[in-house]
């Protein structure tokens, strides 16, 4: 199993509401990682946990929430969101400090 | 400011001719240089890299080639087919900074037959 699943594919929320992100992964790596990406633009680093550990985070505003539960899942929790942060999320995992990212396909988000 | 670009947004080639991808940078700390395919609807694939001590990393039709003293490098791939019709990504990083990698805005390559 290569796959790294992400759920769900679309998602349309209010400014009010929450929601929440999965992406799981049974590849046995250590380290996963959430990146956002904009029409057009190169996908932004957001988070990284390494052995359920968050390791980076790239001052990413505290309505958007990591967590991970155990090594095979991450989650983004989303609460009161603005329209700009509509994007593509992408969820990746790998190795530790290994290069190679799996990524999922991504949670087409937006907020209204 | 983007530390990774990559300045032409399409490509289009001959299905058999050669297709050269370019991407620059501007962190001289950076010392690991990856390439990833992107298919619609799919997440990004990781397709080659290549380590700043070397200058050219080769795997079957894909060839990276990397300048350090212009900061580029290049990916090669040769024969083009219609399947690797995709977004193509550069990416970097620095070794000692993890997994932070830093990617290019992608050029689309389209490969026709």
């Known amino acids: 199993d290569t796959e790294v699943t992400q759920t769900p594919k679309h998602l349309v929320m209010g400014m009010t509401n929450k929601k929440s992100l999965k992406c799981e992964q049974h590849m046995g790596h250590r380290a996963m990682y959430w990146y956002k990406q904009k029409a057009k633009k190169p996908p932004e680093l957001m988070f990284v946990?390494?052995?359920?550990?968050?390791?980076i985070n790239e001052s990413v505003p505290s309505r958007f929430s990591p967590e991970c539960p155990n090594s095979s899942l991450l989650n983004l929790h989303l609460h009161a969101l603005q329209p700009e942060d509509s994007a593509l999320y992408l969820c990746a995992s790998s190795h530790a400090k290994n290069e190679k990212l799996f990524f999922g396909s991504g949670t087409q988000l937006s907020v209204l | 400011d983007q530390q990774v670009k990559q300045n032409s947004p399409s490509l289009s080639v001959q299905e058999g001719r050669i297709s050269i991808l370019n991407c620059d940078y501007t962190?001289?700390?950076?010392?690991?240089f990856l390439w990833y395919k992107k298919y619609p609807a799919e997440g990004p694939t990781f397709l080659i890299s290549?380590?700043?001590?070397?200058d050219k990393n080769e795997d079957g039709r894909f060839t990276v080639f990397l300048n350090k003293s212009a900061k580029h490098l290049s990916l090669h791939i040769v024969p083009s087919q219609p399947g690797d019709s995709a977004v193509y990504f550069c990416?970097?990083?620095?070794?000692?900074?993890?997994?932070?990698?830093?990617f290019g805005a992608g050029t689309i390559l389209r490969v026709k037959s």
């Open positions: 990416a970097a990083k620095r070794k000692e900074y993890g997994n932070k990698l830093v």
């Open positions: 946990y390494s052995y359920e550990k968050l390791s």
């Open positions: 290549i380590s700043s001590i070397k």
């Open positions: 962190n001289s700390m950076f010392d690991y």
